[in-house]
C-alpha cells in the first residue's frame, strides 16, 4: 500500500509540470499561426491604427519621387527624357546634374481664371490681381478649389479689402498679402471640406491704379 502511495504522489508533479507546459506552449502555437498574428496585433494596436486611418482619409503629400514616375509613366515605358539609372539627359546629351535642396513634395498649380479687384483701404486707388494657388498635395486639394471656387472668389475678395496702400507697393507688403489669401482660401475649404492644403498663393497678375 504504501509502494502505491508513493507512486501517485510521484505522479502528481509530473501531471501538474504536462499542465503547465501546455499552457506556457498554447501561446507559442498561437503566435505561430493566424490567430496568434490577431492577437498580437491587438496588443500592439494595429487594428485600431488602421481604423483611425481610414476615418480620417485626407489629401496626402506627394513625394517628387511619385511626379517624376507618374510622369514616366505617361510618357510611356523608358519615357522620352529617361535614361537607365533614372536621370534625364540635359543640354548636348549630357545628364541632369542632381541639385540639392528644394522641395521635398511636388507643387500642383491651379490659376484662377478671373482676375480679382477691389478697393485699397482709406484711399482711393484699387488693386486689381490675378492669382494662383499652389499645394504639395494630392489632386484632390484642386478638386475642392474648383467645387468650391465661389466662395472662394468671396473670400479673396474680403481679404483683397484689407489691403493699404504701404502694402501694394513694397515686396514685403505684397508678400503679406499673399499670406492673406492663402489663410482665406484655407478657411473656405476648412470649412467645406474639413482640409484646407494650399502652401502659397501667387500673383500672376498685380496692378494698382
Do not use: C
Not at 126 to 142: C, H, K, M, N, W
Not at 158 to 170: I, K, Q, S
Amino acid at each position: 500500500m504504501a509502494d502505491i502511495k508513493d507512486a501517485g504522489a510521484a505522479e502528481a508533479p509530473k501531471k501538474k509540470k504536462k499542465n503547465l507546459l501546455l499552457l506556457v506552449g498554447l501561446p507559442v502555437v498561437l503566435l505561430g499561426g493566424g490567430g496568434g498574428a490577431a492577437f498580437y496585433g491587438m496588443q500592439a494596436g494595429w487594428f485600431s491604427a488602421a481604423a483611425h486611418a481610414e476615418e480620417k482619409d485626407e489629401p496626402h503629400l506627394v513625394p517628387k519621387s511619385d511626379e517624376k514616375r507618374a510622369s514616366m509613366k505617361e510618357g510611356g515605358e523608358g519615357g522620352h527624357g529617361g535614361e537607365e539609372g533614372g536621370e534625364a539627359p540635359g543640354h548636348g546629351g549630357k545628364p541632369t546634374p542632381k541639385g540639392e535642396g528644394g522641395d521635398k513634395y511636388a507643387s500642383s498649380y491651379y490659376p484662377m481664371e478671373k482676375e480679382f479687384t477691389s478697393n485699397l483701404q482709406d484711399s482711393v486707388h484699387f488693386v486689381q490681381v490675378g492669382i494662383a494657388v499652389s499645394t504639395p498635395y494630392d489632386e484632390r486639394v484642386l478638386e475642392n478649389i474648383k467645387t468650391h471656387e465661389i466662395a472662394i472668389r468671396s473670400a479673396v475678395l474680403m481679404a483683397l479689402g484689407e489691403t493699404t496702400e504701404d502694402e501694394v507697393f513694397t515686396a514685403e507688403g505684397k508678400r503679406h498679402i499673399q499670406d492673406r489669401l492663402a489663410k482665406a482660401i484655407n478657411g473656405v475649404l476648412k470649412e467645406k471640406e474639413g482640409f484646407g492644403g494650399v502652401s502659397n498663393v501667387y500673383f500672376t497678375n498685380f496692378i494698382v491704379q
